[in-house]
C-alpha cells in the first residue's frame, strides 16, 4: 500500500498517514533551531535557496518526521540529512527513510511508499 501526500497550511487535528504540513516554529522569529534541521537544510536557507517553513510528513507507524532534518543514529544527531526536491505535496526525498522497528521507505513523487521491510499499516 502506498499513501498520497496530502498538504495542509496547519498540523491537523488528527494526523493520517500522508498529511505533510510547515513547522515555523523551526524558524521563529529569526532564530533557527539548528539542532532539529539538516546542516544541508541549514546552509540553503542561509543561502536563500530556501524560504518555506521547514515540513513534517505523518508516516505509517505513527511518526512525524521533519523532511528538512538531520539523521539521526542510536540516538545522536547526524550531519546528513535528505535531498528534498519538489514542493507539497509532490515531494521527494532522497535516500530512503529509516525509523528504526517502524517505518523504513521513500517519499516518491508525493507518494509514501510501502515499508521496505514488510511492516503492514492500517
Given at each position: 500500500m502506498s499513501w498520497?501526500?496530502?498538504y495542509h497550511a496547519?498540523?491537523?487535528e488528527r494526523p493520517e498517514i500522508g498529511d505533510c504540513w510547515p513547522a515555523p516554529w523551526l524558524v521563529a522569529e529569526g532564530e533557527v533551531r539548528t539542532f532539529f534541521l539538516s546542516d544541508a537544510h541549514?546552509?540553503?536557507r542561509a543561502a536563500g535557496a530556501i524560504t518555506r517553513a521547514p515540513l513534517v510528513v505523518r508516516l505509517p507507524g505513527g511518526t512525524d518526521f521533519c523532511v528538512?532534518?538531520?539523521t539521526f543514529s542510536a540516538g545522536q544527531r547526524g550531519t546528513g540529512g535528505w535531498a528534498v526536491t519538489g514542493e507539497p505535496p509532490g515531494?521527494?526525498?532522497a535516500p530512503s527513510i529509516n525509523i528504526g522497528g517502524s517505518y523504513h521507505?521513500?517519499?516518491q513523487g508525493g507518494v509514501i511508499t510501502d515499508d521496505c521491510d514488510g511492516r503492514k499499516f492500517p
Open positions: 498520497p501526500i496530502r496547519e498540523r491537523p541549514l546552509a540553503a528538512d532534518g538531520p515531494l521527494t526525498l521507505g521513500w517519499i
